[in-house]
């Protein structure tokens, strides 16, 4: 088992956001995460890479309790998320964005961290990322001009810079278009097949149905079902939990 989480819960004021969640991720799976809008879906990412601690529980990783370790010691440990809304750095180059990824300095001064990056290597190397990711193309060109699709992609780049065994992402196909999310998705496949453990976080129900290996679903900040993708989408408890949240999934 790569991680493990038991009975992980947190609330922001009177939202209980996750509710005693107890969740295995095998090493090797591509596991989905869904649930409705506000389910707890970011909240429980969050509480995995430690941007958030929990009021209780405990989360193991790797034969570690980290449930009071701190981010970089995770992502040291092989842990790496992609957020639902990218922010990059929006005067950066895509490549340079990619190029200060993997850098201590990074959170501290962004600049200061381009600065200390050894170029040439740190360069090729962003590159090899941004051609896996299919947009090399734009490597020179400002963030702030690159369309979201470009962005999302990066984003899955700079996860990579850290060569992670764990992948996080929250919501990496939303605002993509349909040719765009299958080749992401197809992407994440690949990444899955060469040895990463994946979780996924997806609001487009037929690409996590048809990519993960495994599903599991939040409702109301508590794990309301898990197993075969098939099996999930067919209980009535989860299409209810769905249904319910009609019209709000933004
Ligand atoms: N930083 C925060 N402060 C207060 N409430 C939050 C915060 N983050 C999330 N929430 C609340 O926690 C619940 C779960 O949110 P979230 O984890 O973002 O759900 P999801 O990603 O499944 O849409 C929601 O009710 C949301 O409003
Ligand atoms: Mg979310």
Not at 45 to 66: E, N, S
Not at 114 to 139: F, M, Q, Y
Not at 172 to 185: D, F, I, S
Not at 237 to 242: F, I, P
């Amino acid at each position: 088992m790569m991680l493990h989480t038991d009975s992980v819960s947190l609330s922001f004021g009177g939202v209980q956001a996750v509710r005693e969640v107890s969740l295995s991720v095998q090493a090797g799976e591509l596991l989905g995460l869904i649930g409705p809008n506000g389910a707890g879906k970011t909240t429980f990412l969050r509480l995995l890479t430690g941007i958030l601690a929990p009021d209780c529980g405990a989360i193991r990783f790797q034969d570690r309790d980290i449930t009071r370790a701190p981010i970089h010691r995770r992502a040291r440990l092989g842990m790496a998320m992609t957020h639902q809304i990218v922010r990059p750095f929006r005067e950066m180059s895509l490549i340079e964005n990619v190029m200060i990824a993997a850098v201590p300095e990074i959170t501290a001064n962004p600049w200061r961290a381009l600065v200390h990056v050894r170029r040439d290597r740190a360069r090729a190397r962003a590159l090899g990322l941004l051609e896996r990711l299919g947009i090399a193309d734009a490597a020179d060109r400002p963030a702030h001009t690159l369309p979201l699709g470009y962005l999302k992609r990066m984003q899955v780049a700079r996860a990579l810079a850290f060569e992670p065994r764990l992948l996080l992402l929250d919501e990496p196909l939303a605002g993509l278009n349909y040719t765009e999310a299958t080749r992401l998705a197809d992407l994440i496949v690949q990444l899955n097949r060469e040895g990463r453990t994946v979780v996924l976080v997806e609001h487009n129900i037929a690409e996590v149905v048809r990519i993960a290996s495994r599903l599991a679903v939040l409702h109301n900040g508590a794990l309301l079902a898990e197993g075969l993708p098939a099996a999930v989408m067919a209980r009535a408890d989860v299409r209810a939990a769905y249904l319910g949240k009609a019209g709000s999934d933004a």
